[in-house]
């Protein structure tokens, strides 16, 4: 359906869950966050039927995130039953890929398309630090297993931070001539007051044009990310701004947290719940949410924090 300000509205992020098996030092806090009881967050019977609603408005792309959604049980049997919903044309999935080496063949089988995975740093104990509590080797494991599934596309995350991985985007990039994947670079977006990162961590992706000037433009395949790619990569690099160039006015989607709440945009505080309605009720609640998003979020700075009103991961991203 289009939107309030003309724009077509065919893509929902669903997150299953907002627990994860990292603490990354810019999503989630380090102690992680409140558990919230089981009663509040959205069974899976809900989460399909929120699916259903969605598709009956003219959302085709789903896009399963979390917290980690890897982590959830169920995630498989999620995923078919979503793939299974007529009118959506696309399960995509975004994952740490630390859990993809059990979870790769049967999630292809279940009908996910495409695999995001985030990466953002190529050295173990830069890893082990923005992760808190991760293993470069396992995410890498994970990479490997998700290519041998056979997804159609795979794509690796890199959230841009100055003094941390900056020194790195030759290396990531270089990853679109060793495997078939997309390097997105996404600028880092203030979520946390306490994530430890000062000014000069918010760094604009085109820092990434200036370290590898051999990157040649690419045409754009209609996202959000502009595209370019190193000579003989079989990958391209995406440069994805949500700080310095926010792409509100073809902004095309909308979010469900796990605990139910439609959020119509990830920067500003709005969120409509779905928890126990039924079909028609989710239906209503999904047009009034649509209907709702704003024109554009407030700018978004290191002094002027999102206004999401929640960490990333009780998002999805
Ligand atoms: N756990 C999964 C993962 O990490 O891919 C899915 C959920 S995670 C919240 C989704 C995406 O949000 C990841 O690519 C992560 O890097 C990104 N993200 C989280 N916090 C961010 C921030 N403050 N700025 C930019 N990207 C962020
Ligand atoms: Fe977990 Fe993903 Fe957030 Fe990292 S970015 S803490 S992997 S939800």
Redesign the pocket.
């Given at each position: 359906m289009l939107d309030a300000y003309g724009r077509k509205i065919n893509y929902l992020r669903l997150?299953v869950t907002q627990l994860?098996n990292?603490r990354?030092r810019?999503?989630m806090p380090a102690g992680g966050v409140l558990k919230k009881r089981h009663d509040e967050m959205l069974t899976q019977e809900e989460m399909i039927r929120a699916v259903k609603a969605a598709a009956s408005l003219g959302i085709t792309k789903l896009r399963i995130?979390?917290?980690?959604?890897l982590v959830k049980r169920n995630i498989v049997s999620i995923c078919r039953e979503a793939a299974n919903v007529a009118g959506i044309d696309e399960v995509c999935i975004?994952?740490?890929a630390t859990l993809m080496p059990e979870l790769a063949a049967p999630l292809r089988e279940a009908g996910v398309r495409r695999v995001?995975?985030?990466l953002?740093t190529l050295d173990e104990k830069k890893y082990a630090f923005i992760t808190r509590t991760g293993s470069l080797s396992q995410a890498l494991k994970g990479l490997e297993a998700t290519l041998d599934a056979g997804f159609e596309k795979v794509k690796i995350?890199a959230?841009l931070i100055g003094g941390f991985n900056d020194d790195e985007v030759g290396a990531l990039a270089a990853l679109t001539k060793e495997y078939p994947v997309d390097v997105r670079f996404?600028?880092?977006?203030?979520?946390?007051d306490e994530?430890g990162f000062g000014k000069d961590a918010y760094i604009p992706c085109d820092t990434v044009l200036r370290r590898i000037p051999e990157l040649r433009k690419v045409a754009s395949d209609g996202g959000v990310a502009r595209l370019y790619a190193l000579d003989g990569a079989m990958g391209n690099i995406g440069l994805i701004s949500?700080v310095s160039d926010h792409f509100c006015a073809g902004c095309n989607r909308v979010r469900l947290t796990a605990d139910g709440k439609i959020k119509p945009c990830l920067h500003s505080n709005g969120e409509y719940s779905v928890k126990g309605l039924d079909l028609a009720g989710m239906r209503e609640c999904f047009e009034r949410a649509i209907l709702a998003k704003p024109a554009a979020h407030s700018p978004l700075s290191f002094s002027r924090h999102s206004g999401a009103g929640r960490s990333?991961?009780q998002?999805?991203?």
């Open positions: 997150s994860c990292l990354c810019y999503c995130t979390g917290g980690e959604p975004t994952t740490n995001n995975i985030s953002d995350n959230v996404i600028e880092l977006m203030p979520m946390l994530c949500p990333m991961n998002i999805g991203g």
